[in-house]
């Protein structure tokens, strides 16, 4: 996958069956390149007050 100048390679086992954290974090990271690298709005419990 490529991102303009930026390029990612996932390497992992070509197994018919893919662990569900695996297949999570492919599927994650695929979205977040595709997306731009644009963080998620920061979650509101999380704030300082």
């Not at 893919?18 to 709005?41: L, M, Q």
């Amino acid at each position: 996958m490529t991102n303009g100048l930026k390029e990612l390679s996932l390497v992992y086992p070509g197994r018919r069956h893919v662990s569900a954290k695996v297949r999570t974090f492919v599927d994650f990271t695929i979205e977040y390149f595709r997306r731009g690298f644009s963080p998620a709005a920061p979650r509101a419990d999380l704030t300082a007050d």
